[in-house]
């Protein structure tokens, strides 16, 4: 079945730095979605991305899709202590699946 | 407010004892889907639903059932619970293939 990789699984970084993950699927996504979950909390929906070499920009939070739509990242300029959290990608199991897979997500944490 | 609630929020219980955890939304989405979460694993989806009366397995549906008979709930039920379904649970909705908006969790442990 599809598989969903998200690398590092990890991030430690001090305040100010920059961050990025990276996301890889197995198989070509229709679109990817991305959630960031802060410790104690549920997921929370931050952006979808459809089309192919698509970069999405929220205030430094910067999006990108990739050409061959396997692959995303989202990267963080001068990460603040409200960035920390576990942050998911997500794309359809298939063509037209209603079911989602998730990656494993990476884990930021920001050193003040 | 738009919200998906889930009850119980924490629950412990025994091997063997059925149990149900419930989710509802207010925004009259199709879809509704239940996810756990375990360490290292990640967000694993258990079921999902299109809409009433409409479900499939996701990933990981061994040991769960659930069902949609309206469109606003979507229950899931463990008819024999055992000690590794202990994890936290999330309901979720969207329209579509949309957002999916997720519930506040459910920790559960079953002893």
């Known amino acids: 079945g599809q598989q969903v990789m998200q690398i590092p699984q990890y991030q430690h970084v001090q305040e100010g730095e920059d961050f990025t993950t990276y996301c890889n699927s197995s198989?070509?996504?229709?679109?990817i979605q991305w959630y960031k979950q802060r410790p104690g909390g549920h997921p929370v929906f931050l952006i979808q991305?459809?089309?192919?070499?698509e970069v999405k920009k929220q205030k430094r939070l910067t999006f990108q899709f990739g050409e061959a739509k396997k692959n995303s990242s989202l990267h963080i300029t001068a990460t603040q202590t409200t960035d920390v959290g576990t942050y998911f990608c997500a794309g359809p199991s298939g063509a037209g699946s209603y079911q989602l897979t998730f990656g494993k997500g990476t884990k930021l944490s920001v050193i003040p | 407010e738009a919200q998906v609630t889930q009850n119980p929020r924490y629950l412990i219980t025994v091997t063997g004892k059925k149990l149900t955890v419930t989710c509802s939304q207010n925004?009259?989405?199709?879809?509704m889907s239940w996810y756990r979460q375990d360490p290292g694993l990640g967000l694993r989806q258990i079921y999902y639903s299109m809409n009433v009366e409409v479900t499939d397995k996701g990933d990981v549906p061994e040991g769960y059932k659930v069902s949609r008979k309206e469109k606003r709930n979507f229950p899931l039920i463990l008819e024999s619970p055992s000690p590794n379904q202990t994890s936290l649970y999330f309901c979720?909705?969207?329209?579509?293939?949309?957002?999916?908006?997720f519930g506040p969790g459910t920790r559960l442990t079953v002893l």
């Open positions: 979720a909705s969207s329209r579509g293939r949309n957002e999916q908006f």
């Open positions: 991305l459809v089309k192919s070499g």
């Open positions: 198989t070509t996504l229709s679109n």
């Open positions: 925004m009259n989405h199709e879809y």
